[in-house]
Nanobody, 128 residues
Framework: QVQLLESGGGLVQVGDSVRLSCAAS??????????VGWFRQGPGKEREFVAS????????DNADSVKGRFIISRDIPEHTAYLQIDSLKPEDTAVYYC???????????????????WGQGTAVTVSS
C-alpha cells in the first residue's frame, strides 16, 4: 500500500516562498508508476486542484489561478514530489494535499476523483 506524507508547511509572510514535499513509501511500491497531483483546501472553501505532474515528470499542469507562482516537480529515485510556491499571498492559506494517480499517468487530470492515494496534508498559513 502506498503512503504519502507531506511536509514543508508552516507560517509564512506575504511574498515569501515555500517548498512543499510529498514523500511516497510503501512495500513493493514503484513511485514511477504514479502521476502526482497537488490540491489545497482553504478555510471554508472546497478542495481545489493546484498542479499535477506525469509519471516521468515530462508533463505538468497548473491551475490558472496559480500559474507563474507554483511549480510542481518530482524526484523519482527519491520517491518525492515537490510544490514550489513563490510570492505567497494571503489567499494561498490552505491545507495542501498531495495525491497519487495510476489511472492517467501521462496527463493526470484536475479532478480529485482520479487520485486514489492521498496524504494527510500540510498547512500553509500566509500572514500579512
Amino acid at each position: 500500500q502506498v503512503q504519502l506524507l507531506e511536509s514543508g508547511g508552516g507560517l509564512v509572510q506575504v511574498g515569501d516562498s515555500v517548498r512543499l514535499s510529498c514523500a511516497a513509501s510503501g512495500r513493493f511500491f514503484n513511485f514511477g508508476s504514479y502521476a502526482v497531483g497537488w490540491f489545497r483546501q482553504g478555510p471554508g472553501k472546497e478542495r481545489e486542484f493546484v498542479a499535477s505532474i506525469s509519471w516521468n515528470g515530462g508533463w505538468t499542469d497548473n491551475a490558472d489561478s496559480v500559474k507563474g507562482r507554483f511549480i510542481i516537480s518530482r524526484d523519482i529515485p527519491e520517491h518525492t514530489a515537490y510544490l514550489q510556491i513563490d510570492s505567497l499571498k494571503p489567499e494561498d492559506t490552505a491545507v495542501y494535499y498531495c495525491a497519487a494517480n495510476r489511472k492517467n499517468l501521462r496527463y493526470p487530470g484536475r479532478r480529485s476523483e482520479e487520485y486514489e492515494v492521498w496524504g494527510q496534508g500540510t498547512a500553509v498559513t500566509v500572514s500579512s
